[in-house]
């Protein structure tokens, strides 16, 4: 399924020409290859607005981007496709010491995912493509930023740097890696993703870097990890919600809404996220029907949920059990 403060150091164009580095019908197969694969990424973080690139990773709108872009807490995320078009995004999860963050549009039209190259298999010399949303380019003229060079090296960071905070084994490139790619695909002369840009580099080198896809294939299972719905059984005196959850990506995901239960008249809706119980923050569905347990029929409850990436105060009647 699953396929600046220092900004001055983060731009460089590849100074090797396209020419010595295969033909020019490659390069075109590549880029129509991936070209409706790659998005562009705005959210809005806690010390402001971001944004940057992203990338299908499967057929159900599962994005990879760097946590750089999105970070914990964002809020407002918005994801353009091509055409181009906006939709909102939800946050599935985040690993900052990975960089990453996995996001989830539902998008009109199905759109092609990458597919994962093995960035073990990579050596010093082979051609490599950036493409991204470098300055806003598929937001404004719905078109990636398209970059070739050569892998130009393969060693550790030892120290985060430019707002990055991944540090470990990174593939170099010669390929432009511009303002607005972080989170973009690094990719092999197949058009296979074997990285994706990070902010951090080496202050010896100045060239682009990108994580090796390799090590986060893991990372990317255990946040995409989901539980089975859940949902309390009430008393014929208890209030009922009416709706089932599951715990995705360190989220309160309702999975599913009970026709014309309390929930579904509060105009709560499946794939909203629970994010509070009166004033209690939830980090799993245990915690939210711990706390509805023993609640009475009438009883009033406010839940603040995310819909569409804005959050709302839902006030809900429970019902009795019918």
Same mark, same amino acid.
């Given at each position: =399924? #699953?396929? &600046?403060?220092?900004? +001055?150091? @983060? =731009? &460089?164009v590849g100074g090797l020409s396209a020419s010595a580095q295969g033909s020019d019908w490659d390069h075109q197969k590549v880029y129509e290859k991936v070209r409706r694969s790659v998005v562009a990424i705005r959210a809005m973080a806690p010390l402001g607005e971001r944004s940057g690139t992203g990338t299908l990773i499967d057929s159900e709108g599962l994005i990879l981007t760097s946590y750089s872009v999105v970070p914990e807490g964002s809020r407002k995320i918005r994801v353009w496709v091509a055409g181009p078009r906006m939709v909102p995004a939800?946050?599935?999860?985040t690993s900052k010491r990975d960089e990453l963050t996995l996001l989830r549009i539902r998008p009109k039209h199905a759109l092609p995912p990458i597919e994962f190259g093995e960035s073990g298999r990579v050596k010093i010399g082979e051609v490599s493509y950036t493409v991204g949303n470098a300055a806003n380019s598929i937001i404004v003229d719905d078109q990636p930023s398209f970059n070739v060079g050569i892998l130009s090296g393969l060693y550790p960071l030892s120290e985060p740097r430019a707002n990055s905070s991944y540090t470990g084994l990174v593939l170099e490139t010669t390929a432009a890696v511009n303002v607005g790619m972080e989170g973009a695909p690094l990719? $092999? +002369?197949?058009?296979?993703? #074997?990285?994706? @840009?990070?902010?951090?580099? +080496? %202050? $010896?080198? &100045?060239?682009? $870097?990108? #994580? %090796? #896809?390799?090590?986060?294939?893991? @990372?990317?299972?255990?946040?995409?990890?989901?539980?089975? %719905?859940?949902?309390?059984? %009430?008393?014929?005196?208890?209030? &009922?919600?009416g709706l089932k959850t599951k715990d995705e990506g360190g989220r309160v995901v309702v999975a599913e809404v009970e026709p014309n239960g309390s929930a579904d008249r509060a105009g709560i809706r499946a794939g909203d996220s629970i994010l509070a119980l009166g004033r209690k923050k939830l980090r799993n569905s245990e915690e939210l029907w711990a706390l509805l347990k023993g609640m009475k029929a009438g009883d009033i409850v406010w839940l603040t949920i995310e819909a569409d990436g804005e959050p709302l105060n839902v006030k809900i009647e429970l019902k009795g059990k019918e």
């Amino acid at each position: =399924m #699953i396929r &600046f403060g220092a900004a +001055s150091l @983060v =731009m &460089f164009v590849g100074g090797l020409s396209a020419s010595a580095q295969g033909s020019d019908w490659d390069h075109q197969k590549v880029y129509e290859k991936v070209r409706r694969s790659v998005v562009a990424i705005r959210a809005m973080a806690p010390l402001g607005e971001r944004s940057g690139t992203g990338t299908l990773i499967d057929s159900e709108g599962l994005i990879l981007t760097s946590y750089s872009v999105v970070p914990e807490g964002s809020r407002k995320i918005r994801v353009w496709v091509a055409g181009p078009r906006m939709v909102p995004a939800e946050l599935v999860g985040t690993s900052k010491r990975d960089e990453l963050t996995l996001l989830r549009i539902r998008p009109k039209h199905a759109l092609p995912p990458i597919e994962f190259g093995e960035s073990g298999r990579v050596k010093i010399g082979e051609v490599s493509y950036t493409v991204g949303n470098a300055a806003n380019s598929i937001i404004v003229d719905d078109q990636p930023s398209f970059n070739v060079g050569i892998l130009s090296g393969l060693y550790p960071l030892s120290e985060p740097r430019a707002n990055s905070s991944y540090t470990g084994l990174v593939l170099e490139t010669t390929a432009a890696v511009n303002v607005g790619m972080e989170g973009a695909p690094l990719l $092999n +002369s197949e058009g296979k993703m #074997i990285g994706f @840009v990070t902010l951090n580099y +080496s %202050p $010896n080198r &100045f060239l682009g $870097n990108a #994580i %090796p #896809i390799d090590s986060q294939k893991y @990372v990317i299972e255990k946040l995409t990890k989901t539980t089975t %719905p859940t949902n309390h059984t %009430p008393t014929e005196e208890e209030g &009922f919600l009416g709706l089932k959850t599951k715990d995705e990506g360190g989220r309160v995901v309702v999975a599913e809404v009970e026709p014309n239960g309390s929930a579904d008249r509060a105009g709560i809706r499946a794939g909203d996220s629970i994010l509070a119980l009166g004033r209690k923050k939830l980090r799993n569905s245990e915690e939210l029907w711990a706390l509805l347990k023993g609640m009475k029929a009438g009883d009033i409850v406010w839940l603040t949920i995310e819909a569409d990436g804005e959050p709302l105060n839902v006030k809900i009647e429970l019902k009795g059990k019918e």
